[in-house]
């Protein structure tokens, strides 16, 4: 059975970086894509970042995070990870990492349907 464990979060003042982990198990044959989003209270899930796991895998940002967030995957550990810097108010949300058992489409990256695997969540809230 797979599963996506997440660690890290908490709470971090504006300017400050954090760390999220996502660590898989029961992968199986894989996930060629995995993704972070992130919901904040009353809003929409919405799409972070992802990554092509498979061989050099390109990573693709969603714009509000470009510049600012690296997402990565450490194949001998089975887990990816997002490196958030200069965090602002506005990136306070539960952020969720997810792996998807197909291939996607660039108009698929960033939304829900596709993943079929979820990580618990974890909090992030930025202070001002």
């Known amino acids: 059975q797979t599963q996506l464990v997440q660690s890290g979060g908490g709470l971090v003042q504006a300017g400050g970086s954090l760390t999220l982990s996502c660590a898989a198990s029961?992968?199986?044959?894989?996930?060629?894509?995995m993704g972070w989003f992130r919901q904040a209270p009353g809003k929409e899930r919405e799409g972070v970042a992802t990554?092509?796991?498979?061989?050099?895998?390109?990573?693709h940002y969603a714009d509000f995070v470009k510049g600012r967030f690296r997402v990565s995957w450490v194949k001998a550990q089975a887990t990816l990870y997002i490196e958030m810097n200069n965090l602002e108010p506005e990136d306070t949300a539960t952020y969720f990492c997810?792996?998807?058992?197909?291939?996607?489409?660039?108009?698929?990256?960033?939304?829900?349907?596709?993943?079929?695997?979820w990580g618990q969540g974890t909090p992030v809230t930025v202070s001002s």
């Open positions: 997810a792996g998807s058992k197909n291939f996607l489409s660039p108009d698929t990256w960033f939304t829900t349907a596709p993943y079929d695997y």
């Open positions: 029961g992968v199986g044959y894989g996930m060629p894509y």
């Open positions: 990554l092509y796991t498979l061989g050099g895998g390109g990573q």
